[in-house]
């Protein structure tokens, strides 16, 4: 079974621009979220989408935004890059979470590295 | 508001000896997960184990185990018989079931480094 696949892995950008990072889940889960990780940081939520809805996000400001296809697979973007939104980008997923769904564990994949100039 | 620390940035231990990680958590909500996650130099986090706080007994994986202690609110991960494939920086993190659905916390993180 395929794991989380996250594309490009590396992707080099200029301040202002903007990014578009894709994710595609596990075959069967329904949930996506999105972290960032400054180096030598820890994750930091940024987003979940469960069944095409953005559920909840974490304090980012607006120009990080994202979406999920009826496939469930995930797009995350970022307008108006600055110099600090370099990071490794972790998409994960898991089965769909509920109210009590602390149990499912997230399936990370191997990153987007994002580098801003 | 859910919070997560590790307060051994980085932890040397002798290959074949055991080694406890520690975690503490802060959160109101009654009912959520803990988990720790491996994260070697390639960058990918790997799920070890998770404990739910309605749990009465410690979660154990293989060599993996975590020493639940609820009323301390501590969550530490024990790894024995340390094999040099374990040198990788380890995370605690921690998802509420009620009051921040879907979003996981994330401690800063303990590199741990095995010597031969």
């Known amino acids: 079974e395929a794991g989380v696949t996250q594309s490009p892995t590396h992707l080099i950008k200029t301040r202002g621009q903007q990014a578009t990072l894709r994710c595609s889940p596990i075959s069967g889960h329904t949930s996506v979220y999105w972290y960032q990780q400054a180096l030598g940081l820890g994750l930091q939520f940024l987003l979940w989408y469960d069944e095409g809805e953005e559920r909840n996000r974490g304090n980012f400001p607006p120009r990080f935004s994202g979406r999920q296809f009826p496939n469930y697979s995930s797009e995350l973007n970022v307008n108006a890059l600055e110099l600090e939104d370099s990071a490794l980008y972790l998409c994960a997923s898991s089965l769909a979470s509920s109210s009590s769904g602390s149990s499912y564990e997230q399936y990370f994949g191997p990153g987007t590295r994002l580098t801003v100039t | 508001a859910q919070k997560i620390t590790q307060t051994q940035p980085g932890m040397f231990v002798q290959e074949k000896e055991a080694v406890t990680l520690d975690c503490t958590y802060d959160?109101?909500?009654?009912?959520?997960?803990l988990f720790w996650y491996k994260q070697p130099s390639s960058g990918e986090m790997i799920f070890l184990i998770y404990q739910g706080s309605y749990d009465q007994q410690n979660a154990t994986e293989g060599r993996y185990s975590l020493n639940f202690q609820k009323a301390r609110k501590s969550a530490n991960l024990v790894i024995s018989a340390s094999q040099l494939g374990d040198s990788a920086m380890y995370f605690c993190?921690?998802?509420?079931?009620?009051?921040?659905?879907?979003?996981?916390?994330f401690g800063d993180g303990t590199t741990l480094t095995v010597k031969p």
């Open positions: 959160t109101s909500d009654p009912s959520y997960g």
């Open positions: 993190a921690m998802r509420e079931d009620n009051t921040n659905a879907g979003k996981s916390t």
